[in-house]
């Protein structure tokens, strides 16, 4: 099924650990996004994509990395993990063009906990 | 920068009855998108509704409806007839350009049977 895939979809890392969450999607979007969701906050912006070899900072970069090499692949690395980045992530995906004529599609999120 | 409010942390419904969530935003821009986001226990993200802000009328999904007030800066989600499965957390969210998608902070909604 055409969706937008994610992995693994549950993580342990000790404390200083680095780790890569996996984000895929088939329906040829340009735009590809890291979100984290965290008790009372909502889902925050970590960094986004607009196209293969274009990536940008979102609300909240520290701590980790992106790169986009393909337009299908939208990996999130976290360098250094530390207790602050335990939570929930979400990859989503959708169309470029012209702002809010295209939904994000979202993957079904990685639980991540940092001891 | 934007924000996006939404006050009600929990709220709770009987089944068949009728609530109403509320939203409020921040910002300058003139033209942008709001949009209604629900979670179940699955913890995946399903859209309900959207409405755009040039658009004077209030966006409908069925069930779901939205009452939009833009000098007042407010997106209200409306439920009518609440199902057990409407049960879930509800997002608020702002889209300024370049699909920056801003959430607030979720209202989970209980529907009581």
């Known amino acids: 099924n055409a969706g937008v895939t994610q992995t693994p979809k549950f993580q342990v890392l000790k404390t200083g650990q680095s780790m890569t969450l996996q984000c895929a999607q088939d329906m040829n979007h340009e735009y590809m996004s890291w979100y984290r969701q965290d008790p009372g906050m909502g889902l925050r912006l970590i960094h986004y994509?607009?196209?293969?070899?274009?990536?940008d900072q979102g609300e909240v970069p520290n701590g980790y990395n992106v790169s986009r090499s393909t337009t299908e692949d939208f990996p999130l690395r976290l360098l250094s993990a530390a207790p602050s980045q335990t939570s929930v992530y979400f990859c989503a995906s959708s169309y470029a063009g012209r702002a809010g004529a295209n939904v994000l599609t979202f993957g079904a999120g990685s639980r991540l906990t940092v001891l | 920068a934007q924000t996006v409010t939404q006050s009600q942390p929990e709220m709770s419904v009987q089944e068949a009855e009728t609530v109403t969530l509320s939203c409020t935003y921040d910002t300058s821009e003139s033209n942008y998108y709001l949009f209604w986001y629900k979670q179940p226990p699955s913890r995946q993200m399903i859209l309900v509704i959207r409405?755009?802000?040039?658009?004077?009328q209030n966006a409908t999904e069925n069930r779901f409806s939205v009452n939009f007030q833009k000098a007042a800066k407010s997106f209200s989600l409306k439920i009518s007839d609440s199902q057990l499965g409407d049960t879930a957390m509800y997002f608020c969210a702002f889209l300024t350009s370049g699909s920056r998608l801003t959430f607030g902070e979720g209202t989970q909604l209980t529907v009581n049977p």
């Open positions: 994509s607009v196209g293969a070899g274009i990536t």
């Open positions: 409405q755009e802000a040039y658009k004077q």
